[in-house]
């Protein structure tokens, strides 16, 4: 029976669930940012909610459970999905573009030529000449804003950065689930901090 590709594949991301979940090999993070993240706001439910509740109105803790819900929907969204991993060249291809595909080296058959520093290879997109840039792990030429992961070892299309945190690279595919991940998180600790100080303040006068 053939191995699926998740299987095989060559990068140092970690599989579960039959590879439907995708993540770095380094996760050790990724659970304290749950920990912080469940603790913080399990504090609040025991220590101030009901307090709130009664004295404000029963929507406080609500909405702080909604927001919470929201932030961890985002979190496993961009935890556990492709960041926009590109894929990399077969065999063949990448032979070929290791003997010299880029526009300044001649190709033999004979070739001994030995990795040089990066190659650039250009191409035209709408009428105006793009440079992709060649990557050896990969045996690519990657598309524009497209870098290699050094921790995941993958190239990964729109690359902004790889984040401890969620424990996966932030790229094209999972992008706006991290960015409104930060931005849910940020309400929560925000709401949760403000009916905290409430909460102290209202039980002093």
């Given at each position: 029976?053939?191995?699926k590709r998740w299987q095989v594949f060559p990068g140092k991301?970690?599989?579960?669930?039959?590879?439907?979940?995708?993540?770095?090999?380094?996760?050790?993070?990724?659970?304290v940012t749950l920990v912080l993240l469940l603790g913080v706001c399990t504090l609040f439910f025991i220590f101030d909610s009901q307090y709130l509740c009664a004295q404000v109105h029963w929507t406080v803790p609500v909405i702080a459970g909604v927001l919470?819900?929201?932030?961890?929907?985002?979190?496993?969204?961009?935890?556990?999905?492709?960041?926009?991993?590109?894929?990399?060249?077969?065999?063949?291809?990448?032979?070929?573009?290791?003997?010299?595909?880029?526009?300044?080296?001649?190709?033999?058959?004979?070739s001994t030529q030995t990795r040089n520093p990066p190659r650039t290879k250009d191409v035209l997109v709408r009428g105006e000449t793009v440079k992709l840039k060649y990557c050896?792990?990969?045996k690519i030429f990657r598309p524009?804003?497209?870098?290699?992961c050094s921790m995941c070892?993958?190239?990964?299309?729109?690359?902004?950065?790889?984040?401890?945190?969620?424990?996966?690279?932030?790229?094209?595919?999972?992008?706006?689930?991290?960015?409104?991940?930060?931005?849910?998180?940020?309400?929560?600790?925000i709401y949760i901090l403000t009916f905290s100080i409430a909460h102290i303040v209202m039980c002093k006068y």
């Open positions: 029976m053939s191995k991301n970690r599989f579960f669930c039959g590879g439907r979940i995708l993540m770095a090999k380094q996760i050790n993070v990724f659970f919470l819900a929201f932030t961890l929907l985002f979190l496993f969204r961009t935890s556990f999905s492709d960041p926009g991993i590109l894929p990399r060249a077969s065999g063949d291809e990448a032979l070929f573009n290791d003997r010299g595909a880029d526009n300044n080296v001649d190709i033999h058959e004979n050896f792990t990969c524009p804003r497209a870098s290699h070892d993958n190239c990964i299309e729109r690359f902004d950065h790889h984040c401890p945190w969620v424990g996966n690279c932030v790229g094209k595919r999972n992008y706006k689930y991290f960015y409104l991940m930060i931005f849910t998180i940020t309400l929560l600790c």
